[in-house]
């Protein structure tokens, strides 16, 4: 990384920037890809997805990214119900022989999530920035605002690559989530540092 971009939290004039990073650094994720294998399906579908959370998100303060729009993460604070009921119409989408699988995914993530922690429902860095570190800047402000509340902080994770990302910063993993033919999701947790 040439300079250290500056990470800021986003409002909702950069819905198109936020989600367009995420409609990138999504792009090859095991679970969303498992979900909408075909490229146009995904890219017309996760890009309701995102932008659905970003919306939601953005009300709490809770979207993160860099002044060059590489990167995003969407936070939501702690009891806070992400409605899913806008991008409901996409389900139909997911292929028929993985949709009862989905389904159960779904309900065991729901399930698992821990409620009075901030979540983390999407982090992800465009791929051409991927390895540079950016991803990292941006998950270590937004964790300073954690921090700061004296807050715990949980997430998913399809990507076993991502695992020692939020290792490094504290996150444990508390279990492992898989039905079927789907990727595994591993469920982290992190304690607020003083």
Known sequence: MDETPVIRKLDPSQLEAASNALMM?????????????????YYKNFKKWT???CKQSFLE??????????????????????????VSETYKDIPKDRKAEAFKMFEMIGESRVHDAWYLEYLAVDPSKQGSGLGSLILKESL????????????????????????RFGFRFLKKIQVGSSPQINTMFRQPKK
Do not use: C, H
């Open 25 to 41: 650094g999504f792009s090859n994720d095991p679970f969303q890809r498992w979900l909408m294998p075909n490229p146009t399906i």
């Open 51 to 53: 932008i659905n959370t």
């Open 61 to 86: 303060e809770g979207v993160y990214g860099d002044e060059n729009n590489y990167g995003t993460a969407v936070w939501f604070p702690p009891e806070f119900d992400i409605d899913f009921a806008d």
């Open 144 to 167: 300073k605002v954690m921090d700061e509340l004296e807050e715990a902080a949980y997430l998913e994770s399809s990507n076993p690559q991502n695992m020692s990302l939020y290792e």
